[in-house]
């Protein structure tokens, strides 16, 4: 793993072997070398309140690719990741045929999104554009369904267990999106508000609200209590304007 892999990587392993998110200990005593050379230094632009290195990338990721780190290690994270990454298209190829009943562009759909450079190179390299695109695409399942004709009364409906499970699934996916990387809460916004011209009821509105109602103000939470400030950017410092 190269440019910022390794840095997931550690956080972590500080997860895993410490409970925490502070990296300093992890290289001191490097950790770091079961998959890399090159992370010696801890890769961050300002300290915590209690003046211990936290990682300039945000915790989701890492959070997510634990389980696998723990138990295979690098190879393990890789093929988690591969694994979603080919859910993911799989799903693509289903979206794609409930809007349009066509089988031939339901393949035209997954190639434009499996084949690209971007998904394609990235999907199993520990970076948070894989999963982001994963967590967009669940995050927007109802905008598909409503385009869906077999689907469209169930959307309509504003009841139902699987109509709430989807919009419970899309605020969670929507939700997960600020914790992968900071730049990603104006995809997750600009995704929801798209998706309250969707809603027929209040009781959709509040389903799909609960869970990054939640996830918003713990994000907030987390720079504050790391950095003193609810300010996003706080952790890359006077370069905040280019860091996120």
């Known amino acids: 793993p190269?440019?910022?892999s390794p840095h997931y990587l550690i956080v972590a392993q500080s997860l895993i072997k410490d409970g925490d998110l502070q990296i300093e200990n992890n290289h001191r005593r490097g950790d770091y070398l079961?998959?890399?050379?090159?992370?010696?230094q801890p890769q961050y632009l300002r300290r915590g309140v209690n003046g211990a290195i936290y990682p300039i990338h945000a915790p989701g990721l890492p959070a997510?690719?634990?389980?696998?780190?723990w138990l295979f290690g690098y190879p393990g994270v890789v093929a988690f990741l591969a694994i979603v990454a080919a859910m993911t298209t799989a799903l693509v190829w289903r979206f794609?045929?409930?809007v349009t009943r066509s089988t031939s562009a339901a393949w035209f759909g997954w190639g434009c999104c499996a084949l690209t450079t971007p998904f394609f190179f990235q999907a199993t390299q520990v970076f948070a554009d894989g999963l982001?695109?994963?967590?967009v695409l669940l995050g927007t399942v109802p905008?598909?369904?409503w385009e869906s004709s077999v689907s469209r009364r169930s959307v309509d409906a504003g009841s139902g267990r699987g109509n709430a499970a989807v919009?419970?699934?899309?605020?969670?996916?929507l939700g997960l999106l600020p914790w992968l990387h900071t730049r990603l809460a104006i995809i997750a916004v600009a995704a929801a508000v798209?998706?309250?011209?969707?809603?027929?009821s209040q009781r959709q509105f509040l389903i799909f609200g609960a869970v990054p109602i939640v996830s918003a103000a713990a994000w907030f939470a987390y720079f504050y209590v790391v950095y003193g400030t609810p300010d996003p950017t706080a952790p890359f410092g006077r370069f905040a304007e280019t860091g996120p």
């Open 2 to 4: 190269e440019g910022d």
């Open 34 to 40: 079961e998959y890399s050379l090159l992370t010696a």
């Open 64 to 69: 997510i690719v634990a389980p696998a780190m």
């Open 96 to 98: 794609s045929y409930q």
């Open 132 to 135: 982001a695109a994963t967590c």
């Open 143 to 145: 905008m598909t369904l």
């Open 167 to 173: 919009w419970l699934l899309s605020g969670t996916s």
């Open 194 to 200: 798209c998706l309250c011209f969707r809603m027929r």
